[in-house]
């Protein structure tokens, strides 16, 4: 498998959590210890999780993190959700599109994975 840095999945992952540091930045200063780690330490997961997937001996060690990263890509979601129906944010296309984007992509990943290990015995 490729260095994480030339997935493009985790590429998208980075950018995705620069967005919600810069997103969460403006939240109220009483979430901070709530709702902003909570969604900083979910994207940073998401990322993290790749790499360190990426970074394994076996393509079964990487799919199980990324099934991690899918399920902080969950979380990350969930939280955003609530930030805008708490008012915290107005929300963000471009973050909502994101987070769409960066689970879709860690489902393919995920699939490509599982498809390999089938294409290489048959």
């Known amino acids: 498998m490729a260095c994480h ?3 493009e999945a985790w590429k998208r992952a980075m950018a995705l959590a620069k967005d919600v540091y810069e997103l969460t930045a403006d939240f109220p200063r009483s979430e901070v210890n709530g ?3 909570q969604m900083r330490r ?3 997961s998401i990322a993290s999780n790749i790499a ?3 970074a394994r001996h076996t393509d079964r ?3 199980q993190f990324l099934y991690v990263a899918l399920g902080s890509t969950a979380e990350l979601d969930t939280q955003y959700i609530l930030s805008k129906e708490l008012r915290l944010t107005e929300g963000s296309a471009s973050v909502e599109c994101a ?3 960066v689970r879709k992509m860690t489902i393919g990943l995920i ?3 599982k498809n390999k290990k089938h ?3 048959g």
């Open 5 to 7: 840095k030339d997935l």
């Open 35 to 37: 709702l902003v780690s």
């Open 42 to 44: 979910s994207a940073v």
């Open 52 to 54: 360190e997937g990426a």
């Open 61 to 63: 060690e990487f799919i």
């Open 99 to 101: 987070i769409e984007d």
């Open 111 to 113: 699939r490509y994975l």
């Open 119 to 121: 294409d290489v015995s």
